[in-house]
């Protein structure tokens, strides 16, 4: 991926962070937390084991971890959702700690560092899907666990989050900034487009990537929950 395009990435996540933190309350994102934290426990995941959270945004799933008990790396492409984050989680008094990198680019973590890792609703978005599931099972220890969470298809991936963007049109004038960036990402052919994966194909995909998959259920969101091979 290009530095110009990164950076397009970065000010476009960093725009929306503004507006995912004020939603992180809604109903419908603290199911999926619990949800997410139940699957890791359920299949188990420890408190006090190190959780790698890809993708982290504002910090809601990572904080949640905290919370629980885990020891929480969070990262991010974009340093405004990460300040956001630490805020957070002082105000908290959680000791989970979140770093910036490009998840498309060589994570620079340890093999095995963490013993599971989670990423939600983010690998749509990377360039290198495969590449980035490559790169967690490395840092994830064998026999730890993944759990993914993603959209089956942009319709509902849209819907999901149509009533946020209708909001922002209405009221803030920062919106038209944002949906230039979003255009950027969408309509240009050098720009990343999002991947969409059927449970099937994407039961596939986890399997050639070395993961032995436990579980795969939802619609129009898929919980992908597998474990790393020894």
Known sequence: MSENLSRVDRRFWQSYSRYWNTREESQAVRGRVEHALNRLVAAGAEPG??????????????????????????????????????????????????EQID?????????????????????HLVGRPGFVLQELRRIIRPGGLLLVTLWLDPVSHRQAYASLFDEIEERDRLSGRMWQFWRLRSDRAQVRQAHY????????????QGYDVLELAGTPLLTALARVLT
Not at 105 to 120: E, G, I, K, T, V
Not at 197 to 208: I, M
């Open 49 to 98: 084991q190190r959780i790698f959270d890809a993708g982290c945004g504002t910090g809601v799933y990572s904080l949640a971890m905290a919370q629980a008990g885990f020891r929480v790396t969070g990262v991010d492409i974009a340093d405004e959702a990460l300040e956001r984050a630490r805020i957070k989680a002082a105000g908290l008094n959680l000791k989970a700690e979140f």
């Open 103 to 123: 998840l498309d680019r060589p994570f620079w973590y340890s093999d095995s560092q963490f013993d599971h890792a989670l990423c939600s609703a983010t690998l």
């Open 197 to 208: 994966w059927t449970a099937a194909q994407f039961e596939t995909l986890l399997k050639q």
